[in-house]
């Protein structure tokens, strides 16, 4: 078995720097996929002018953003500047998306530091052109935890809308089995139970997500060298229940590409950015690495091999850029 990983590489600044040269990007620029229209800029996402001009014209009906949280992979702020920061972005998203439009945000809690950003992001919203339309909490299973206190495994998701978007229900289904019998009703003079009158023989994901498995080294989706990577199924079900076929998705916080990936595969078009020229060369890879051979990421591999096979990153040198393909770039700014 192929067992090659990469090391977190927000904690590693050695290897971030020998890979560096072995990305497409750079601050500011942007790539455009011939295929299929996706974009991915290295851009601040609090920068409105240069998100504007790499969306160009794109009006995405939904936004899914994972900012980091003020608690792990961030130089910690103070609350208040945590905020401030995120209404940046938030204003940024109201400029592009459409009038009738959803906005997700994965957002953590810090138990050990009165919860926040959580609750002072909830606030700030109140004062956003968006409206709070539900709650989501997916359970995000890590490992096994402390015996003084409950176990950690919940992942906050807010769910925003302005205007009328978009809600496909269908895509709440799980593959869960209705087990559970009751809710007697009278229909049509007779009296049916729920399971008679329900859409689906499986339950509803509702607001929360039990389904969905966190991502592991083991797992086919796993991309390694990130280091806050979403489950596929999480955001496909977002993705589903808030776009259609065509529509424009955006993602600023990109990443490993997981919203990228899942708008490749259910015929969206994704506008994605990250502040990182590294994160924006491995979601380019991840949606190539899919292409070429269907697979979702790279399980004990990852997305450099090509330059630093059997991870021999000393060997790495820039003069091995030949092998990439031309990429379509303009400067944002
Ligand atoms: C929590 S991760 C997103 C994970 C993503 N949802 C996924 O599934 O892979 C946050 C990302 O935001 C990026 N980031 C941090 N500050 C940023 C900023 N000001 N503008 C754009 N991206 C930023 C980081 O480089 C990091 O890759």
Same mark, same amino acid.
């Given at each position: ?15 971030? /720097? ?18 299929c ?6 851009? %601040? ?6 998100v ?5 014209? +794109?009006?995405p009906? +939904?936004?899914?953003? %994972?900012?980091?949280?003020? *608690? ?30 959803? #906005? ?7 138990q ?5 950003? #959580?609750? %002072? ?9 968006? =409206?709070?339309r ?7 299973? !890590? ?11 919940? /992942? ?5 809308? !302005? ?16 087990i559970? !019998?009751g ?29 969905? /498995? /966190? ?9 390694s060298?990130?280091? @806050?990577?979403?489950? *596929?199924?999480?955001?496909? =079900?977002?993705? !589903?229940?808030?776009?259609?076929? $065509? ?9 490993? $590409? ?8 259910? =015929? ?19 949606l190539?690495?899919?292409?070429i ?14 330059e ?7 060997? @790495? ?17």
């Amino acid at each position: 078995m192929n067992n090659n990983p990469l090391p977190r590489l927000d904690e590693n600044e050695a290897i971030r /720097q020998r890979l560096l040269p072995f990305c497409r990007l750079r601050p500011g620029e942007c790539w455009i996929d011939e295929k299929c229209g996706h974009r991915v800029g290295c851009i %601040d996402a609090t920068d409105a002018d240069g998100v504007l001009l790499f969306s160009d014209g +794109l009006r995405p009906v +939904l936004a899914v953003h %994972d900012p980091p949280y003020n *608690l792990i992979a961030f130089a910690s702020r103070s609350v208040s500047d945590y905020v401030r920061w995120c209404r940046s972005w938030v204003e940024v998203t109201a400029r592009i998306l459409s009038a009738d439009a959803s #906005l997700y945000v994965w957002l953590g809690a810090d138990q050990g530091e009165g919860f926040q950003p #959580l609750p %002072d992001f909830m606030i700030m919203m109140r004062s956003s052109p968006f =409206r709070p339309r539900s709650f989501i909490t997916m359970r995000n299973q !890590r490992g096994y935890g402390t015996l003084h206190n409950w176990m950690a495994i919940r /992942q906050e998701l807010l769910y925003y809308v !302005r205007g009328k978007p978009v809600f496909n229900v269908d895509a709440e289904y799980t593959d869960i089995p209705k087990i559970l !019998r009751g809710y007697y009703k009278t229909v049509g003079g007779e009296l049916t139970e729920n399971l008679q009158r329900s859409r689906s023989d499986t339950i509803r994901a509702g607001n929360v997500w039990v389904d969905v /498995q /966190q991502v592991f080294y083991r797992m086919d989706e796993n991309v390694s060298g990130c280091y @806050a990577q979403k489950p *596929l199924a999480a955001i496909e =079900r977002i993705v !589903r229940a808030s776009s259609n076929r $065509g529509d424009a998705v955006i993602d600023l916080f990109g990443h490993s $590409g997981t919203t990228l990936l899942a708008c490749e595969r259910l =015929r969206r078009v994704c506008v994605s950015g990250d502040i990182d020229p590294i994160y924006c060369e491995i979601m380019i890879r991840r949606l190539e690495h899919f292409r070429i051979n269907g697979r979702l990421g790279w399980q004990n591999g990852h997305p450099f091999e090509r330059e630093a096979p059997a991870f021999a990153l000393d060997e @790495a040198s820039p003069a091995d850029m030949s092998s990439l393909p031309e990429p379509s770039l303009f400067e944002i700014a």
